[in-house]
Structure formats: C-alpha cells, structure tokens
C-alpha cells in the first residue's frame, strides 16, 4: 500500500471511531448547491460556512457548468429539493494555464504527467500518447467573471432547469478567502 493510502485509511479510522452522522437525511438541509473547481486549495464547507448534509458541492476541474455538472445539479433540484445553485470559480485556477489546443497536444505526445515552466508546459514522458483529447472541450478560462458568467448562463438556459431557480456567480480569492460577487452572473441568473 502506498503511504497516501496508508494515511487516508488512518485517518478514516479515526474518523469513523467518533463519527455521528448516520442520521442526516438524503435531501441537503439548506436546499442549494454548489459548483465550483476541484483545487484543493479551495474547501466550501470553510468559505460556506457548511457542515455535513447542508448542500450539495459539485466539483470538476475549473467549476465548469458542463454537461456532467448540469446533469448533477438538475437531479440536485429534481430529486432532492435544492432551490438555490452557486456557480463559484477561484482566482489562480489551473484552468487558466492551458488551451484545448496544448492539452490535446501534451496527451498525442505521452499520458505521463507534464511540467510547466516560464515557457510553457513540457510533455517530458515517454510515448506512446493518444489523439483522442484533441476531440474533447477541456473548459479552459481565459478570463474568470466571463467564464462564471458564461456557465450561469449555460445553466439558465438549459432546457431541465427550471426558470424559477436564482443561480449566483462568484470568483473566491484564494489569497483573501473572500467571495467576490460576478455582477453578470448575478443578473444572468435571476430567477425568470
């Protein structure tokens, strides 16, 4: 086993000897949910204010407003009774360092993982690699408001979410821990 798992397993042992939680109920307490990015710099039970069975958080790389995503939040709405979505993307995003382009390049050299520098990414593995990320959108961000903008609208517009649900947009900082409001998502996502 490696020490990760060795540690991940301990600390759920030490978790589970305490824990108290089997009686939350399926439906999240305070009706909403979340999607935002899956950096680990970001925890939205701390920026939240949440504990176990408060909301729901979603998270994919970027906080994007993919198919994956919606598909999350309408059963989210549908099944369990959320009635309020944040859309919440971060300053400093890993999304932010790459294009379609470069992915799809780095993964036809090698599947090993990549190094960045002052000049750009590195592919320094070894092949063989595979073509077939040149056929996916990865939802990279060039400009954080427009992205969080972009993917409230997406939601808004999609044809299973209903039109009475506020969705918000937001860009943590990750160097204040602040929430900053995104005024175009703000109004892209008001209730219709």
Known sequence: MSQILNEV?????????????????????RHFAILTCMDAR??????????????????????????????????????????EWLVIHHTDCGMELFTNEIMGDLLSNSLETATIDAS????????????????INWLTIKNQEQSVAEDVM?????????????????????????????PAAMAAGRPL
């Open 154 to 182: 997406r939601i808004r517009n999609h044809v299973l979410v209903p039109k009475n649900i506020p969705i918000y947009g937001f860009i943590y900082d990750v160097r204040s821990g602040k929430l900053v409001e995104v």
């Open 9 to 29: 397993l301990s600390a759920n042992q030490a978790y589970a000897a305490s824990f108290n939680k089997g009686h939350l109920p399926l439906p999240p307490g």
């Open 42 to 83: 970001l925890d939205p039970a701390k920026y939240a204010g949440l504990t176990e069975g408060d909301a729901h958080v979603i998270r994919n790389a970027g906080g994007r407003a993919s198919d994956d995503a919606i598909r999350s939040l309408v059963i989210s709405y549908k099944l369990l009774g959320t009635r």
């Open 120 to 135: 750009g990414w590195h592919d320094v593995g070894k092949g063989p690699g595979c073509t077939d990320g040149k056929y």
